[in-house]
């Protein structure tokens, strides 16, 4: 199996960076099947969607950052970062409520 490193070879983060969305997106549309599958506890899989989110947001993020210096890749890439934050931050609260 071929290694994945990240250096400064963009074609190998490119690809992880295209199977990562592939299988978060395969997981999103899963968890949102099984919630509305599940009578009993209906939300008890959105800490998980908003955990997917906030892990979709924040490799975007490192993509916008790695992308380049110019400004607007820069300030889309701390925009992407808060609203990773604030999703994990969601998530787990969510957790909190849902789970206890």
Known sequence: ???????????????FYD?????ACGIAVMLAVASFL?????????PLIFLDAAALNGVQA??????GSASAHWLSGVALAALCVVLLALSIA????VWS
Do not use: T
């Open 62 to 67: 490192v993509a916008r950052f790695r992308r």
């Open 38 to 46: 599940n009578r009993e506890n209906p939300m008890g899989l959105f």
């Open 19 to 23: 199977w990562f969305h592939v299988g």
């Open 1 to 15: 199996m071929a290694q994945i490193q990240f250096g400064k070879n963009n074609r190998s983060f490119e690809k």
């Open 94 to 97: 969510c957790g909190k409520v």
